[in-house]
């Protein structure tokens, strides 16, 4: 069984920075894609940025030159510094690992963090 457990949510005004960390445990082999995504109170969920393991990014527009995506192969961690918060970052930020295998010949799997809130407020 995967389990990923995310921290470092939190209250934070607006231009202030905050970092979500979340790592992910239990039998992994491999993990193709690590990101965040994150959903407003009546919203869709959506991407806010992914890294490949072989460190290819991929932000959304709204997040660019504003958040930075890392991940530690050898710790199966990604983390997420997002600078410059603006309201509209307000959300639950979920963690999401893409394709991750618990052996070599395993299928590829899906899973998802329980989620943190990021609340941006004066």
């Known amino acids: 069984q995967v389990q990923l457990v995310e921290s470092g949510g939190g209250l934070e005004q607006p231009g202030g920075s905050l970092r979500l960390s979340c790592a992910a445990s239990g039998r992994i082999f491999s993990i193709e894609t690590m990101g965040w995504y994150r959903q407003a109170p009546g919203r869709q969920r959506e991407l806010v940025a992914a890294?490949?393991?072989?460190?290819?990014?991929s932000y959304a527009d709204s997040v660019k030159g504003r958040f930075t995506v890392s991940r530690d192969n050898a710790k199966n961690m990604v983390y997420l510094q997002m600078n410059s918060l603006k309201p509209e970052d307000t959300a639950v930020y979920y963690c999401?690992?893409?394709?991750?295998?618990?052996?070599?010949?395993?299928?590829?799997?899906?899973?998802w963090g329980q989620g943190t809130q990021v609340t941006v407020s004066l």
């Open positions: 999401n690992v893409h394709r991750l295998r618990s052996a070599s010949f395993g299928p590829p799997k899906d899973y």
């Open positions: 890294i490949t393991s072989g460190g290819q990014t």
